[in-house]
């Protein structure tokens, strides 16, 4: 069996967001997982303790590795999976250098779009979760919020549900690194609850799914494991008309959209049609997700090619752009 080293986050330690791909890859793969502080912005991430083995496969989920790490570790294959809401602009093409000779595999449409235009050698796939059963469609005139971001918080809320006639709100306060939560004016006949811990994630499920609705905690996402649960269990998902949620949500369809940098009040006729369309959606994707995930594999097996043309392209234009920048950049990475 081959063995492969797995870089992510140390934050997902806590979230369990990668867990689904390490299982998809155990039966194929000997994981060694090392989670890394992408908080602190760490030049090198201190990998160098893992250069003593070789390594078949280095996969790196979310975190863009420098050159330093890069060259501290012997590994066969480069495999990279960007998070759109976490990697650099594709238009700024010398960020992405290292990457040249990395098989890319994006679960965001837009971001791998992006991608191939610089001449990565990038692969699309859509995750869905598991159909989560539940006994009820929730409270009508409430909503559940994660508060994980500070643009995302109760003022916002506020605004994009002033038509729904919502009176009882639950408030997630776990917010992302960096980031601090803001209170909010109270608002008139609006009950609202907090929680900041929970023990298992079934019981978060359990509050989710007391409510209708369910807002959507980032602006963006590389892949959106809060609101893609959400829908799984049938909550009608108020999120940013951004990726990856508009990859997902249509809006008015089986869920609803707005735009965060001017909010307005969503509209919704039929809540609970919007939550039984939500629900199919995601059963009818899982289903597509259980025969196509094994691609997967296969991605990771096959040699990059690249599209150095049209990479060599953007680095030019780029250069030809802003000399001094592209130059340091190279030099740095």
Known sequence: MKNLLFIGPKFHEITGSSRFIIDL??????????????????????L??????????LLCWQVMLT?????????????????????????KAEKWLCYRDFKIISFSRKLAGQLYRIGMDVDYIQYFPEPIKTSSSGDSKGIYLWNRREEIGLDCLHIVTSNLNI???????????????????EQPNVSVTYSEWYEHQADMLTDVCKYSYYMAPRAREGIGMSFLEAMAAGRC????????????IADGVNGCLYD??????????????LQEAANIFITKGHEQWLVESAKIIQWIEESPQANRWRYN??????????????LRRLFQR
């Open 25 to 46: 890859l155990a039966p194929f793969y000997a994981i060694k997982v090392v989670s890394v502080d992408t908080v602190k912005g760490a030049k090198d991430h201190g």
């Open 48 to 57: 160098s303790g893992h250069a003593s083995e070789n390594y078949d496969v």
């Open 67 to 91: 050159k330093y790490d890069l060259c501290a570790l012997s590994y066969q294959a480069g495999v990279f999976f960007p998070m759109y809401d976490g990697c650099p602009s594709p238009a």
């Open 167 to 185: 009176d009882k709100v639950h408030v997630h306060r776990a917010m992302d690194p960096t980031q601090e939560f803001k209170s909010a004016d």
């Open 237 to 248: 998902v108020i999120a940013p008309n951004e990726s990856t949620m508009n990859e997902y």
């Open 260 to 273: 965060l940098k001017s909010p307005k009040p969503v509209a919704v006729k039929d809540v609970r049609a």
């Open 313 to 326: 392209f953007w680095l030019m234009f780029r250069f030809l752009r802003s000399p001094i920048t592209v």
